[in-house]
């Protein structure tokens, strides 16, 4: 009976063992892929601001150039209306 106990106690013993080298082999993955996700997430983000800037560069251009345009019009409009 001694023996018996003693095998339990000693497969529940390797049984703890395996069970927490399989929760520290868990937490080291999961670790490796928030870290992965991490980084993805800081590209992800340096590309999104980048993004941001051209497009207010691209607003303003589109802004100057509309201007531009409407300054043009008035113009033309001043050499049509004197040659009537």
Request: proline share 0%; hydrophobic share 30%.
């Amino acid at each position: 009976m001694k023996e018996i106990l003693n095998a339990l106690k000693s497969y529940s013993g390797d049984m703890d063992k395996k069970m927490d080298q399989m929760k520290v082999d868990l937490e080291n993955r999961m670790d490796e892929r928030f870290d992965r996700i991490d980084e993805r997430l800081d590209k992800l983000e340096t590309k999104f601001d980048s993004l941001r800037v051209e497009f207010t560069e691209t607003q303003e251009t589109v802004d100057f150039l509309s201007t531009k345009n409407v300054q043009h019009e008035k113009k033309l409009r001043n050499v049509y209306g004197q040659q009537s």
